[in-house]
Nanobody, 127 residues
Framework: QVQLVESGGGLAQAGGSLRLSCAVS????????MAWFRQAPGKEREFVAA????????YYRDSVKGRFTISRDNAKNTAYLQMNSLKPEDTAVYYC????????????????????WGQGTQVTVSS
């Protein structure tokens, strides 16, 4: 049983920062890409960022480029999302996901490419 557990969400002011973590347990995650998605109230889930197995390749949605950074520590089976310069429109439930993608630059933004998901962590940004 693979488990992904997110942490680090909470309340931040606009312009502030939060760091999300996603701990993976239950199996080896060799060759698995990791990604973050988010879902705001009344909206569909959307892609945020993805990182390849060795971390050599990353991919971001345009609205978070330059503000968010995805990273991973394979020795700790953990992925991270550093979120800086937060905006109220970043408010959402953030989900981490893992999937057997060879590259995140093609298809890395598709939710159906990921077969393991966390339960989500709430991020609220006040103006």
């Amino acid at each position: 049983q693979v488990q992904l557990v997110e942490s680090g969400g909470g309340l931040a002011q606009a312009g502030g920062s939060l760091r999300l973590s996603c701990a993976v347990s239950g199996r080896t995650w060799s060759n698995y890409a990791m990604a973050w998605f988010r879902q705001a109230p009344g909206k569909e889930r959307e892609f945020v960022a993805a990182i390849s197995w060795r971390g050599a390749s990353t991919y971001y949605r345009d609205s978070v480029k330059g503000r968010f950074t995805i990273s991973r520590d394979n020795a700790k089976n953990t992925a991270y999302l550093q979120m800086n310069s937060l905006k109220p429109e970043d408010t959402a439930v953030y989900y981490c996901a893992a999937g057997p993608l060879n590259t995140v630059r093609v298809g890395g933004d598709r939710a159906d490419k990921y077969n393991y998901w966390g339960q989500g962590t709430q991020v609220t940004v006040s103006s």
